[in-house]
Structure formats: C-alpha cells, structure tokens
C-alpha cells in the first residue's frame, strides 16, 4: 500500500532564517506531487506541483522554491522566512491528477 | 480569485437536521473530490464523483455532480456530532489535468 511521509510535524523558526520540509512516498511510482500551505479553518493553497523529476511548476510567486530530486521526494524550501510565511503545510501525491493523498501536514511558526 | 467557491463558509446546525453544501465554479472539471478534514490533519478523500449528473452515496452523506461538470453538492441527511469538520471539495480541469485546486472551505458544527 502507499505511504506518504511529511517532517517535521511542528516548526518554529525565527524570520530570516532557511526552511526545509520534506515529504517521500512509499508504494507507487512516478506520482504527481503537490505542496499546499493552509490558513487556519480555511483551504488549500496549491503552491507546487511536480509530475516528474525535475519538473516543478508554480503556482503562487513567492519566496517559497520546491524540488523533486527523486520520483518519490519533494522538498519545499526557503531561503528566508518571513512571518507570512506561517500555517500548515501539506504534501499530497496523486494519479494522473485525480484523488489525493495527503501527509500529516507541518504546521510553521515564524516567529 | 477561488476557482472553486463553496457555501456556506461555516454552518452550525443541531444534530439531527439535514443540511447541504455547495462547491461552484464558472470551469469545467473532469471530476470533482470531496473531502474532509480533521484539526492538525491532513485531508482525508471521500468520494470521487466523475460523470455529469452522478449521484453516489456514502451512508447519510449523498453527493452530487452538476450536469455541466461545474458544481457539486454534499448532503448530509441526519447529522451527527461526529460530522463536525472542515469539508472540501477538490478537482482538476481538461486544461490543467495534474493540477488538483481546492474550494475554500466549509466548516460544519454539529451541536448535540
């Protein structure tokens, strides 16, 4: 079965300072990967996508970058934090574009 | 600009009522996700609807797809407090098949 592992769960980390999520997938190969970040009760905010090695398409211009080193890894960076960079961050992958399948989420502080 | 709106933004109701949310777009989608999502979680899928005019049901919770493939409907007959969450609807369009954008919510109380 698939598997999809985000870390960390929580972070706190000061403005101006570099950001590294993570998120791997276990159990299926060539998945769509996505990045979206969350305002609290709100939706989703699609910030990546990636079909492929390499390819990272971007949705919102920002000071947030993503790589996808490997099929099943997908990174989301950050040069400098700034405080409006804070919520809850989710991974999901996905077939062909349709369902997705959702990591536990990051929830960011900057501070 | 949400490609997808959904209404209402929040609903508190007392167990027992029926109640039905909206998801809209002026776009055409090649299938519509519902979803619904605990606190401090991430989302959790519960149905794919996919053809025009689909109706598919998950015990008190009937969902519906739009002939025009543009809207979506969840209904819940009977609510009960383990109801209570944020639900989204989720979809992709022709022009875009891998991007998955998502509605902005609703968020749904259940009073005992």
């Known amino acids: 079965s698939q598997t999809i592992h985000q870390w960390p769960a929580t972070l706190v980390q000061p403005v101006g300072s570099p950001l590294s999520l993570e998120c791997t997938v276990e159990?299926?190969?060539?998945?769509?990967l996505y990045w979206y970040r969350q305002a609290a009760g709100r939706g989703l905010q699609l910030l990546f996508y990636?079909?492929?090695?390499?390819?990272i398409s971007s949705e919102v211009p920002q000071n947030l970058s993503a790589s996808r080193p490997q099929d099943r890894q997908f990174i989301l960076s950050s040069k400098k934090l700034l405080l409006s960079d804070s919520g809850f961050y989710l991974c999901?992958?996905?077939?062909?574009?349709?369902?997705?399948?959702f990591g536990q989420g990051t929830r960011l502080t900057v501070v | 600009t949400q490609l997808l709106e959904q209404s209402p933004q929040f609903l508190s109701i007392q167990e027992g009522e029926n109640l039905t949310v909206y998801c809209n777009s002026s776009?055409?989608?090649?299938?519509l996700q519902w979803y619904r999502q605990e606190p401090g979680e991430g989302p959790v899928l519960l149905v794919t609807?996919?053809?025009?005019?689909e109706v598919k049901k998950l015990k008190r919770l009937t969902f519906q797809f739009g002939d025009a493939r543009k809207d979506s409907s969840l209904h819940i007959t009977a609510a009960q407090p383990g109801d209570t969450g944020l639900y989204l609807c989720?979809?992709?369009?022709?022009?875009?098949?891998?991007?998955?954008?998502f509605g902005s919510g609703t968020r749904l109380s259940i009073r005992p």
């Open positions: 990636s079909v492929g090695i390499g390819q």
């Open positions: 989720a979809g992709s369009r022709y022009s875009s098949a891998s991007k998955i954008i």
């Open positions: 609807v996919v053809t025009g005019g």
């Open positions: 159990g299926t190969s060539n998945p769509n």
């Open positions: 999901a992958w996905s077939v062909l574009g349709s369902e997705a399948f």
């Open positions: 776009s055409v989608f090649s299938s």
